[in-house]
């Protein structure tokens, strides 16, 4: 049995991982107390040793964190809006197919585990003297016991350790894909939710380009900055 207090260590670390893959950005703008504005994006680069030349972006990104339609402290939700764009420089000795695929990685600290419910004895010793052995059958008397003995129904909130959750919002696909093209994926207030979180919660955008050859699949993510939905 997990008390509140437990942190989940797992969950912990991989927030620790998300704000690594956006180090040297400012630190996060969109918080429960700046729930609404711009989220800085960024742009990766992707080449091969066969000549290949990409970038793929994270560009207009935005957020707007909404109090829990259900009014309690267990879900979070959002609105986001941004694009997810790629640029073939170079393809090299030629490539089959390049797709771009965004969604969001959320974060959760602490799952909400429940309620254990028991029934239980529950015993009050006075000055007169002390409870010793085992309870007597039914109707026997205690004597020399200043108190009550009786039974109660217990209940303690469980918890679990945190979990990531991926939320993908959409793919681009092309054949073919030629130097100078620019493709990838724009979204409007795509709805962005965790239901069941006690604990903190954190969420960056992510874009991966891949491109095809014959040979070889090469690949590159960009993430956004950390948002804080709690």
Aim: with cysteine.
């Amino acid at each position: 049995m997990r008390r509140i207090s437990v942190v989940a260590t797992g969950a912990v670390m991989v927030t620790a991982m998300m704000s690594a893959a956006v180090a040297g950005q400012a630190s996060a703008q969109i918080t429960p107390q700046n729930p609404s504005g711009p989220v800085k994006g960024a742009t990766q680069n992707l080449s091969s040793p066969e000549g290949l030349r990409a970038k793929i972006a994270l560009k207009d990104l935005k957020a707007k964190l909404f109090p829990p339609l259900a009014g309690d402290n267990k879900s979070r939700l959002a609105y986001v809006d941004g694009k997810a764009e790629s640029t073939i420089l170079a393809s090299g000795g030629g490539a089959d197919a390049a797709s771009v695929e965004v969604g969001y990685v959320v974060a959760c600290g602490v799952k909400d585990g429940g309620f254990e419910s028991w029934i239980g004895s529950n015993q009050t010793i006075g000055a007169a003297g002390a409870l010793a052995g085992s309870i007597p059958a039914a109707g026997a008397a205690l004597v020399g016991v200043g108190g009550s003995l009786g039974l109660t129904q217990n209940q303690v909130i469980k918890t679990a350790p945190g979990a990531i959750v991926y939320l993908p919002v959409g793919t681009k696909e092309i054949a073919k894909p030629k130097a100078g093209e620019t493709f990838g994926v724009r979204f409007g207030e795509k709805r962005v939710s965790i239901e069941g979180c006690i604990g903190s919660v954190d969420a960056v955008a992510y874009a991966t380009l891949t491109v095809s050859s014959r040979t070889f699949d090469d690949s590159k993510t960009v993430y956004s900055e950390v948002m804080r939905f709690a």
